[in-house]
């Protein structure tokens, strides 16, 4: 079965200063989504991968898959504290397979010091 | 337009009491999926329909665990006989099948405290 590994678990960073989360699987990425969840609430859409090198940005967040597709980074430039919650990435299964059922890291808490 | 949506936001519940827990979709969605996220942990997977079909229910962690979506949807997550070790966040998503990707889209949750 998949496993993602997000790192770091945590961080803590002043407002103004960017930063990089990442996420690395245990097998090759057919589609790597990244999330963002608030305490108490759902998971928010930021963005979706597929290609080996892609590479996507909306506002002052940019995500990344890298050539060989098992490896995901999201960077944040310039950190908000709109930004604070926690991140995480998932992945589906093979592409073709069933159902395309999420397979998700552990999330990386992040908080932003005003 | 409107997200997902799902009630009851919270519910507490006794050991062995039965619970229902809904989800309304994106209007329009094919796709819609059922996953348990525990406290520190990212959501697990359960089951997953394609409009009224239960097409994988792969991830349910035990017969006690039932899900329907009998009109493609609203769907309805149902736990009989409740046991502490189901505490968790249940979250909806649904998603617009395109063929080759499906992206979902998250309710609020709704949050099952078994005492």
């Known amino acids: 079965s998949q496993e993602l590994e997000q790192s770091p678990q945590s961080l803590i960073v002043q407002e103004g200063k960017n930063l990089t989360i990442n996420c690395t699987s245990s097998?090759?990425?057919?589609?790597l989504y990244w999330y963002k969840q608030k305490y108490g609430e759902g998971l928010i859409f930021l963005m979706m991968?597929?290609?080996?090198?892609e590479e996507k940005s909306h506002e002052k967040i940019t995500a990344k898959l890298d050539e060989k597709k098992q490896q995901s980074s999201l960077h944040i430039t310039a950190s908000q504290p709109s930004h604070a919650g926690i991140y995480l990435c998932?992945?589906?299964?093979?592409?073709?397979?069933?159902?395309?059922?999420?397979?998700f890291g552990k999330g990386t808490k992040l908080s932003v010091i005003p | 337009g409107a997200g997902v949506s799902q009630s009851p936001r919270y519910k507490v519940a006794k050991r062995g009491q039965d619970v229902a827990l809904r989800c309304d979709p994106i209007?329009?969605?094919?796709?819609l999926f059922w996953y348990q996220q525990a406290l520190g942990q990212g959501p697990e997977f359960l089951t997953y329909?394609?409009?009224?079909?239960?097409?994988?229910k792969s991830g349910l962690p035990s017969d006690r665990f039932f899900a329907e979506r009998p009109e493609g949807s609203v769907s309805t997550l149902k736990i009989q006989r409740t046991q502490q070790e189901d505490s968790a966040v249940y979250l909806c998503?649904?998603?617009?099948?395109?063929?080759?990707?499906?992206?979902?889209?998250f309710g609020p949750g709704t949050r099952l405290t078994v005492l």
């Open positions: 998503a649904s998603g617009m099948w395109t063929g080759d990707t499906d992206t979902q889209y």
């Open positions: 209007s329009g969605h094919v796709s």
């Open positions: 329909f394609q409009n009224e079909a239960q097409l994988d």
């Open positions: 097998k090759t990425l057919y589609g």
């Open positions: 998932g992945a589906d299964g093979d592409s073709g397979a069933g159902s395309y059922q999420l397979t």
């Open positions: 991968l597929q290609k080996g090198g």
